[in-house]
């Protein structure tokens, strides 16, 4: 068992088993006290349930009194100066309990009589189910050791929450069932262990008292703490153990009515209650079971609302993180350009054609940013998702428009820009298509030097365009080609600023459009980048 998790008693159920226990204590000490006085004051009734029935013995009402006096004291809370006293007072209490029911057994064993059984009151010879007056059942006896030795070590636990007391209490349970199933079937052995002396039906009543009372002192400790547990386990276990003990003790009666009634003799009584036990035990798992059935489903259907509140949390925050690099990095290259063209104008004065000219430019940049904001948003939803919205556009012009824009940091660099198709190349595009182009033309401006040529094609096969970048610049290693798509894999180069998000934003609109992008070297030095874009 996980000790780092544990599933809490239910506060409202250890404090009425406590409160129950208490009751209980006070119980024994009426129940004990009564028939005591029933000795002293010689009525009968009071010691015994009818003149048929073996009487309890004032012995066994003194133990009775003690245990439950015992008993209560062990929850009465007094303060820290009185606490020791209590103690001490509990445990003279416990051990003159266990005393009696040893000098008792001892009696039985070694055949003495110790004068301890006429001690308190006087029995005359030749009383019901009897044969040393005054003495009580050697089953008594030992209950007596048992509760005496529980009460004794209620607190007591070892290391893995072990509580002796419990079993020590247990034992006295078992002999209570005994006697108690003895008594409804009528099975003289298992109440009448000595052959001398019965236990009586109202000791069999008080030591079944006494059971619960020690269990229920401290109802969240040792195995109590399944039971009062509020875990599913601890919920089916206390219905087991109520519906089912007190359900199958019901049916014993319920059968013994029959022979009761003189409906059907002993026998018929016995396997009526087998099999009446059987099924009764057999539709209690089902139910059992079922209920656990239902709990599973319903953490089966919490678990999955939690990885499913998770993954979307997670996806969230991913979405946005995504939006922010695509939004920074690629802000990055039309901000430019209006900031180059508005300074161009500013400081150069130019013609009022060459002034439009940059003006143009400005808002197409200015549009661009729009759009690539608004298709970002897009493309970040999109990035598990398997296709973009598309429609008919024209790669060719695609490619000028994007070039234009391109054109203030190609006359910075005096790139030499080759743009060799003509004609149209029609295709079923996403519009985020341009930042394929304007990706890789970018890189290819950004990694050749100052006067280089850059040359740009659109080849038609018969299913899709082939796109290629060629520059003669610096080049790409093989070594880095494997990993230059992945987000943020940049490889270093002198003075040259990125972001490393540019060919991963390529790649994955590529894929998205069903296509394929690869580099490979320009034998003349520099790179080729290579597009494949179905037509439709
Ligand atoms: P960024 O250019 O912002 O660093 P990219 O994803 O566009 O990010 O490129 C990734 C890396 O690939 C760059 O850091 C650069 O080293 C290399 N690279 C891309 N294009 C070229 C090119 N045309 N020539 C040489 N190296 C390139």
Excluded at 107 to 114: A, I, S, T
Excluded at 290 to 309: G, I, M, N, P, S
Excluded at 402 to 417: F, S, T, Y
């Amino acid at each position: 068992m996980n000790d780092a998790v544990v599933i809490s008693s239910s506060p409202r159920l250890v404090e009425g088993l406590k409160a129950l226990s208490r009751l209980a204590a006070l119980v024994l000490i009426l129940g004990g006290g009564i028939v005591l006085a029933g000795w002293w004051f010689d009525i009968p009734a009071l010691k015994s349930v009818s003149a048929t029935y073996s009487s309890m013995k004032a012995n066994a009402a003194l133990g009775f009194v003690l245990s439950g006096l015992a008993l209560w004291l062990a929850q009465f809370e007094v303060g820290a100066e009185a606490e020791a006293f209590k103690r001490n007072l509990v445990r003279l209490i416990c051990w003159l309990v266990v005393l009696l029911g040893a000098l008792t057994l001892a009696e039985y064993f070694f055949q003495w009589d110790l004068g301890i059984d006429q001690l308190l009151c006087r029995e005359a010879p030749g009383a019901v189910d009897t044969l040393s007056p005054g003495r009580m059942a050697a089953n008594s006896a030992v209950c007596f050791c048992l509760v005496g030795l529980a009460i004794l070590c209620l607190d007591l636990e070892d290391k893995n929450g072990r509580r002796p007391a419990q079993y020590l209490i247990m034992a006295v349970g078992f002999i209570v069932l005994l006697s108690l199933v003895g008594y409804l079937f009528h099975v003289e052995a298992f109440y009448d262990l000595s052959k001398y002396s019965k236990m009586a039906l109202h000791t069999v009543a008080l030591f079944a008292v006494s059971f619960f009372a020690v269990l229920f002192a401290r109802p969240d400790r040792g195995l109590m703490a399944l039971v009062t547990s509020e875990s599913g386990a601890g919920e089916s276990l206390r219905r087991l153990l109520t519906v089912g003990c007190f359900g199958l003790l019901l049916l014993a009666l319920l059968s013994e009515l029959g022979v009761w009634l003189d409906y059907y003799d002993e026998a018929f009584r016995s396997s009526l209650f087998v099999v009446g036990a059987i099924i009764y035990v057999l539709v209690l798992l089902w139910l059992n079971a079922t209920q656990l059935y239902r709990r599973d489903v319903e953490h089966l259907q919490l678990d999955a609302a939690l990885v499913a509140a998770r993954d979307e949390a997670q996806s969230s925050s991913h979405l946005k993180e995504l939006l922010l690099d695509i939004l920074r990095h690629d802000l990055m290259s039309p901000a430019g350009v209006i900031k180059s063209s508005a300074a161009i104008v500013m400081m150069k004065e130019p013609d009022e054609a060459a002034r439009k000219e940059f003006l143009r430019l400005i808002v197409t940049s200015a549009d661009h940013i729009i759009d690539l904001i608004e298709n970002a948003k897009i493309y970040a939803r999109l990035e598990n998702a398997e296709s973009l919205p598309r429609e008919r556009a024209d790669l060719n012009e695609v490619l000028h428009q994007v070039a234009d824009e391109l054109n203030v940091v190609l006359l910075e660099h005096k790139i030499r820009l080759e743009l060799l198709p003509q004609g149209e190349r029609p295709a079923l595009v996403n519009q985020m298509v341009r930042d394929v182009f304007a990706n890789l033309l970018s890189n290819a401006i950004k990694y050749s030097p100052d006067g280089a040529r850059v040359e740009v094609n659109i080849l038609g096969t018969e299913r899709s365009w082939l796109i290629y970048v060629k520059d003669w610049g610096v080049g790409i290693a093989d070594a880095d080609k494997p990993t230059l798509f992945t987000r943020f894999k940049r490889v270093e180069k002198q003075g040259v600023k990125g972001t490393g998000l540019g060919l991963a934003i390529v790649k994955r609109i590529v894929e998205l459009h069903a296509g394929r992008v690869w580099i490979e070297n320009n034998p003349e030095g520099g790179s080729i980048f290579y597009v494949e874009i179905p037509k439709e």
